[in-house]
Structure formats: structure tokens, C-alpha cells
């Protein structure tokens, strides 16, 4: 008999979202809300997400504001790799801005000692943007805490942190490696924000702050890793310093590499794979993009831990224009998912999805996360300056200033530029690159979390007229049973569906 893959497969040949409705089933949940459905998935073989949602690795989507909402609100954001060759730190100042953002236990707080002047500590509270710095001394002992409060209406010029400090004797201080809640119990029965923790010897294991508490409450489908600390992905290239800035991103904790070239079936990739297979055994590692099962086999081979899948169907791309080449994205994803075998390596479904119920559609027929570009663009997270263009009305004969960002796909020629560091002169032959994406203007428009919640509740509402009770359910019954739920549309289907 034929398996679930095997008729969609024939489904789905030459078919992408807007060729399918799915067929309403018996609802089975009460209410559909996020925070009672279990949304969560498999990002790679070691990372779970609570929420199937990635942020794209795109210069105008994803740096640190993107990928901190995106990991509180339960998935993940990865931070692009559009920074100049050789110029690794800004990208890695990303990472830490991310990973610094909430913890259990700050491991490495700011510190100074206190003979460094008052100066030297406001400086770099300011620069850290610290509100505390633990004191300790070159033993690296607990000697007391200074918090922007002890600075305020104090001449900085004058003076040594001692002088300002909370000495030890006066701090409340926890010993040893204290829970999460017992921390708190003392927190609360001694009324401080701050608890620094100290080992038998009296030196610095950590700091624990009341805003680390709250936000470990006040955000429980966070993606965190075991420290507490928010994840985050950031992409490096297959060739040049992308060894050396893998290193530098690991040394920051960053949770997974992404390894992303428009073509990751091919011998640069190989090289690429197996340079950093030696270098970084056991880092997670995701790979792309691909299209085909011989594509998914070959990077799974190379021991990757999640694939990116998507030849072509992103809203920034010209590949298949320029080309003739790709997969439309359903088909793709289920010939990738066939390739990588039920439950074998995770799909990423990269591109491509212009309204929300897409997503569910990628995730049912492959993807076992959706990456998301366009659909984040404009938000106040992405990186890139607002500009007001005028925009004449079409009813009244006058126009009107309206806020715009820039969303540009990464093989673009205003992107690729930006990475080579050209000059002006040299745009003439920046033009013959051969680049494969465009750049548009997108409505500035207000924050990506109001975004992302509204996503996840339709996401919901589709496990409901699934007639499932979680994410993970609504897929075995469809993979299980194609045919109960698809409906292939005619043009004039497709009109009464998704034409607005
Ligand atoms: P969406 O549709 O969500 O797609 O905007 C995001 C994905 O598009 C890919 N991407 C590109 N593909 N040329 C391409 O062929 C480009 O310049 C380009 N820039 C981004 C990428 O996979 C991203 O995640």
C-alpha cells in the first residue's frame, strides 16, 4: 500500500501554498489558545523550540532585537552573516547581545575591583549598559556591589569604587549554587534585587537579579539554553574567514552555526562541511539551502544537524528568474522530507510563506520549523533606518509621508555591495556579479511580538479545524492520510481563496 509520502508526493508535483485548501475536520479542543496548544517542534537533532517559528538570516531581518523577541516569544532568530569579510566582531557583538539578555545565574557579571576609579566603572556600566557591577578583588573574592544608584549625584572624577560600594558585610549573599527558587525565597524575605553568589572560599560563582527571576516567569515558552540564556543561530559563509568566525561565535555561545550558500548541494559545501566538521565536532550545525532528497541525503551525510529547505520561493529572490532553477516549496519539502526519512535530520521550510496559514501547510508537508523574511520585515526589530517616502493617495489628489524600511534579499547587489565594501565606481561591476535577489521598500510598522502572537494563535486555530489537539498530532494525521485533508484548487478556487 501507498505510504502518506508516497501520495503526497503525487500531490504535490509542481505545487506550492496557494494550490491547496485543507479539508475541515471535527474540532477537538476548546479553546485555541497558544499557551494550552502544544506548538513546540524539533529545530535540529539537539535543539527543541516551543514555537516552529526561525527569523531568516537576512541583513534587513535579523540582528539581536530580532532574535531576542524571537527567542522569548519561543523560537529562534539567526543572526545574518551580512557583515564585511575579516569583520567578525560586530556579528559577534550581536550574539552577546542576546545571550546577555536574561539568565538563572549571571556566570560572568561585569566586574571591577575596588581600587578602580569611579570613572572607569561609570564608563563601563554606560558602555555594558550594567546597572550593578560586582566588586571583587584579584583573587576574584566577593568584596561588595556598585549599582548605578551609588553613582548618582557623586562626582565621578573623583574617588575608587571602594568609596562607593555596598561593602560585603552590608550584602545580602547567597552561598554556594543556590536554585532558581531558592534565590528567590531570600530575595523576597530579605527584600534585595541583587544576589550575588559566593563559593566556600568567599569568590564570585554568579549573580542572580529579580529581573532574571521575572523573566523566567513572565516568558515560559522562551527558547533558553541551560544556563537560562536565550538562544541564538548566526550563518556564516562556505569559504573566506568563516572557520575564524565560526570560532569567535562559539566563543560567545552561540547556540547553532548556520552554514548558508544559494546552493548547498556542491563541492563548496563538501569542502565547507568538512572543514568545519574537524574544527567544531560537536557544535550544532545547520546546512543550506537545498530542494531535493539527493540534495537533504548529502548534507545529512556530512552529520548537519538541521537542513535548510527552499531553492528560489523567498520574497527577496530572483533565483528562479535568473536561472530556471528550484523546487516550488511544497513539492520540495515533501521530496526533502522523503530524502531525510520520517523523523530523520529536521527541515527548516525557508521562504516563500507570504500569509500565515502557509505556515502550517510547511510544516505538515516537511518542514519541521518555518523560516520567515518577508513576513518580519518593516517591524521595529529589523535592522535598517525608517524613511519617509511620499505616496500620492489613489482617491485624493494629494500625497502623504509614509514610513518605510528596506528589505533586500542577501544575494541582492545593494547587499552583496555592503559585504565587499566597494566603492561607487566599482557598481558597474558589481552588476555583472550575477546577483540573485532584489531590494524593496516595506511600510515601517510597530514591534514583530504582536506579529509573532497573532501568527501563533492562527497556527492554533488551524490545529483546530485540524481536529488535533497539538502541532506534532495535526501532522501524523496528515502525513498518516493526505487525501482526508487535501483539496487541490482550481484557478477560480484559488481566486475565492487567497485573492483579497
Ligand atoms: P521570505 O519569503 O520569508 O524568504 O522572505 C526568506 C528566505 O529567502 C532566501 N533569500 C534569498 N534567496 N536570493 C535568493 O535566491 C536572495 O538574495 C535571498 N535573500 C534571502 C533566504 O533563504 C531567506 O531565509
Do not use: W
Not at 358 to 368: H, N, P, S, V, Y
Amino acid at each position: 500500500m501507498a505510504s502518506g509520502f508516497d501520495v503526497l508526493a503525487d500531490l504535490v508535483r509542481g505545487a506550492t501554498f496557494d494550490d491547496f485548501l485543507l479539508r475541515p475536520q471535527f474540532s477537538v479542543i476548546e479553546r485555541r489558545d497558544p499557551a494550552a496548544i502544544d506548538l513546540s517542534c524539533r529545530f535540529s537533532t539537539h535543539i527543541t523550540l516551543k514555537r516552529p517559528l526561525v527569523s531568516a538570516n537576512m541583513d534587513t531581518v535579523t540582528r539581536a532585537p530580532m532574535a531576542i523577541v524571537q527567542a522569548e516569544e519561543g523560537g529562534l532568530g539567526i543572526i545574518d552573516r551580512g557583515f564585511r569579510s575579516g569583520d567578525i566582531e560586530p556579528q559577534v557583538r550581536e550574539v552577546q547581545k542576546v545571550k546577555r539578555m536574561q539568565h538563572i545565574i549571571i556566570r560572568d557579571p561585569y566586574a571591577v575591583t575596588p581600587e578602580t576609579p569611579l570613572s572607569a566603572a561609570a564608563a563601563l556600566m554606560k558602555q555594558r549598559r550594567a546597572g550593578t557591577l560586582v566588586v571583587v578583588d584579584a583573587q576574584r573574592r566577593l568584596q561588595g556591589l556598585l549599582t548605578e544608584r551609588d553613582l548618582r549625584f557623586v562626582d565621578r572624577t573623583q574617588g575608587t569604587v571602594a568609596s562607593r560600594m555596598t561593602p560585603l558585610p552590608a550584602l545580602v549573599v547567597g552561598h554556594g549554587e543556590l536554585t532558581l527558587a531558592a534565590a528567590e525565597t531570600i530575595m523576597v524575605e530579605r527584600k534585595v534585587k541583587k544576589l550575588p553568589l559566593v563559593g566556600g572560599d568567599g569568590t564570585l560563582l554568579g549573580l542572580i537579579t529579580a529581573r532574571d527571576i521575572d523573566r523566567q516567569v513572565r516568558l515560559p515558552f522562551a527558547t533558553r539554553d541551560d544556563h537560562g540564556r536565550l538562544r541564538v543561530g548566526a550563518a556564516i559563509g562556505a569559504t573566506g574567514d568563516y572557520l575564524e568566525r565560526a570560532a569567535e561565535l562559539v566563543k560567545a555561545h552561540v547556540d547553532v552555526i548556520v552554514i548558508d550558500i544559494a546552493h548547498g548541494h556542491s563541492t563548496v559545501m563538501a569542502r565547507a562541511l568538512d572543514g568545519f566538521r574537524k574544527a567544531f565536532p560537536a557544535v550544532e550545525l545547520v546546512a543550506g539551502n537545498v530542494a531535493t532528497a539527493d540534495g537533504v541525503r548529502f548534507l545529512a551525510e556530512r552529520g548537519v544537524n538541521a537542513i535548510k529547505v527552499g531553492i528560489g520561493p523567498g520574497g527577496g529572490c530572483t533565483t528562479r528568474l535568473t536561472t530556471s532553477f528550484g523546487v516550488p516549496q511544497l513539492q520540495a519539502l515533501v521530496e526533502c522530507r522523503q530524502g531525510a526519512g520520517e523523523g530523520g535530520v529536521p527541515l527548516i521550510a525557508d521562504g516563500g510563506i507570504k500569509r500565515h496559514g502557509a505556515i502550517l501547510e510547511a510544516l505538515l508537508f516537511g518542514g519541521d520549523t518555518v523560516m520567515l523574511g518577508s513576513m518580519f520585515a518593516g517591524t521595529e526589530e529589523t535592522p535598517g533606518d525608517v524613511v519617509q517616502k511620499s505616496v500620492v493617495l489613489p482617491d485624493q489628489q494629494r500625497s502623504v509621508k509614509v514610513p518605510f524600511k528596506v528589505l533586500r534579499g542577501m544575494a541582492s547587489i545593494q547587499a552583496i555591495r555592503d559585504r565587499l565594501d566597494v566603492e561607487d565606481d566599482e557598481v558597474v561591476d558589481l552588476e555583472a556579479l550575477g546577483a540573485e535577489g532584489t531590494e524593496v521598500s516595506v511600510p515601517a510598522r510597530g514591534s514583530v511580538r504582536p506579529l509573532v502572537q497573532d501568527i501563533l494563535k492562527h497556527l492554533c486555530s488551524s490545529i483546530s479545524y485540524g481536529g488535533a489537539r497539538s502541532l506534532d498530532e495535526l501532522r501524523q494525521l496528515f502525513r498518516a492520510d493526505p487525501a482526508r485533508y487535501l483539496v487541490k484548487l482550481s484557478a477560480s478556487a484559488k481566486r475565492e481563496s487567497y485573492e483579497r
